[in-house]
């Protein structure tokens, strides 16, 4: 037996039901090879409960302990897609390891693939880390296991592991054939019909190449699924469950031919895209379909673009912001709810790089439409082996909070003259122009309805006994039924615990409950 776990996420901003969508994907193909492979996929906060206390922490993983004493897997595969994951993708292979000492530990995802050996370093706990697209390697080490084999021994390709205090590697990994792609087996998840939104990826990898991305250093060209098993996943996703949307988690959207499928099988979807990747009138024929349309602008500068390799030159730059602009507009006069995604202070910014990116801000902000819009800003982190934290670390004005790959390694000091309480004040007037409507907070309240509500808001005594899976209050159900009864409360929750909301960060306070009601 083969368990397949999706951890907890430790970032409160990204306090949403999870979905195991990579790991989705690895068992589908490995049931598709291996029939008769007993194999199971939990998410930690879909099936046993979100904790908002170290108190509801604990109960979660004791539930999870039941069944690993229950099912007795041979080993244990855990997703680590960001950084927010990674302490506790440690601690869950560490509470494996002390209930069931004998079953193999293996983890993969962006952040296992980049610093497996900082991971390694960290626990004994890891047996294995799959460095790439997880498909073929998880694969040979579960067909490895089920025969009684040790998967080190076996030259599988794309593997890391520590030896007392060496690492070891095998051949490089290659990049999966989207052809050889196994249709979503929605089956293999414990409540399929428990989740609202269902992510989905009509690709995989990105060739643009930004400095501040980690999709260059594992997939640098973009690779589609063939169109019949795109058509066969959305069958299969809306067989299983009647969640409403779809969230598309590519790295870049072009799909845009499925929308009329979307559309016939009664389904929204949220995406972003590059302000240069989308024709701004097919938001005219798709209006209908979008439920939140995020645009990765990052900032308006110039020097700022051309530091984060967004833009090639001049002429570019200046058809980015024109298409920015007319994509804008378009969203605007369709009501589709916007997110403009920015980065603020990013190595080497100056005041004046601010200066265009609130300017041009502001002249977006002068069109308002019933979607409404968010423009979400935050300060630039950069990260080891990422091609700006080289960059930073040799320029003698720039200071980064570096904490390693474990930390926030914020930027304090983009340039000699630009200091971290300058990019704060650009921060929180560039967010301010954001403009709430009941639209965009429905909208967001269906994808994140946990979205900056403080703990003491999401203990509140408003919140029916039925949205928790403790007596103590201490775990919240994230599944379908009792979010609609948690999304009941969230105007009057955002309006009572406003002032809470803000102190979390003062430069992000939208007035949701007022547009809520």
Known sequence: MILLIEPFSNNIDMFIPAYPLPLLEIASFVKAHRP?????????????????????????????????????????????????????????????????PEACTFIGGYFPSIYHEELL?????????????????????????????????NDIAGLAWRDEDQIHMTAPWKRFSMQKKAPLDLGLLTNPEAYQILPYSFSRGCPYRCSFCMEDVLRPQRKTVPREIVRQDLLNMVTWSTAPTILVSDALFKSFEFFPLLRKLDRQVN????????????????????????????????????????????????????????????????????MIFMIAGYPGDREQDLE????????????????????????????????????AMTQPDVVVEDHGVFGDSVVRRPSKA?????????????????????????????????????????QDNIIPDTCFLDQDREVLNARETSLAAFRKCLPVLAKKYQGARGGQRSTRTLPLGEAAR
């Not at 930690?44 to 004791?62: E, N």
């Not at 047996?127 to 579960?142: H, K, N, R």
């Not at 972003?272 to 009138?281: G, H, K, S, V």
């Not at 935050?378 to 080891?384: A, H, K, L, N």
């Open 36 to 100: 008769a492979i007993d194999i199971e996929i939990r998410s930690l906060a879909m099936d046993y409960g979100l904790p908002i206390s170290k108190t509801g922490k604990a109960f979660v993983y004791r539930q999870l302990a039941l069944d690993i004493a229950r099912l007795r897997p041979k080993g244990v595969g855990i997703s680590c897609t960001a950084i927010a994951q990674a302490a506790e993708t440690i601690e869950l292979c560490e509470h494996i390891k002390a209930w069931l």
């Open 121 to 153: 370093a960290q626990s004994p706990a890891i047996d294995l880390v799959v460095i790439g697209e997880g498909e073929v390697p998880a694969l040979e080490i579960i067909a490895c296991l089920e025969r009684g084999e040790d998967p080190k021994k």
């Open 271 to 338: 995406f972003e895209t590059r302000c240069d990747n989308l024709d701004p009138a097919l938001l005219d024929r798709f209006a209908d379909v979008c439920g939140i349309f995020a645009l990765g602008l990052e900032s308006a500068s110039y020097h700022s673009l051309r530091r984060m390799n967004k833009v090639k030159d001049r002429a570019h730059y200046h058809t980015y912001l024109a298409q920015a602009e007319a994509i804008f507009k378009r969203a605007v006069k369709n009501e589709i709810p916007l």
């Open 356 to 391: 265009a990116s609130l300017a041009f801000v502001r002249k977006l902000a002068r069109f308002k439409g019933n979607g409404g819009y968010i423009f979400k800003i935050g300060e630039t982190r950069v990260y080891p082996k990422t091609k700006i934290y080289e960059w």
């Open 418 to 458: 630009l200091h971290f309480d300058t990019v704060e004040t650009y921060m929180q007037e560039i967010f301010s122009l954001s403009h709430s409507t009941p639209k965009l907070v429905q909208r967001l309240g269906q994808m994140m309805p946990f979205f900056r509500i403080p703990v003491q808001g999401l």
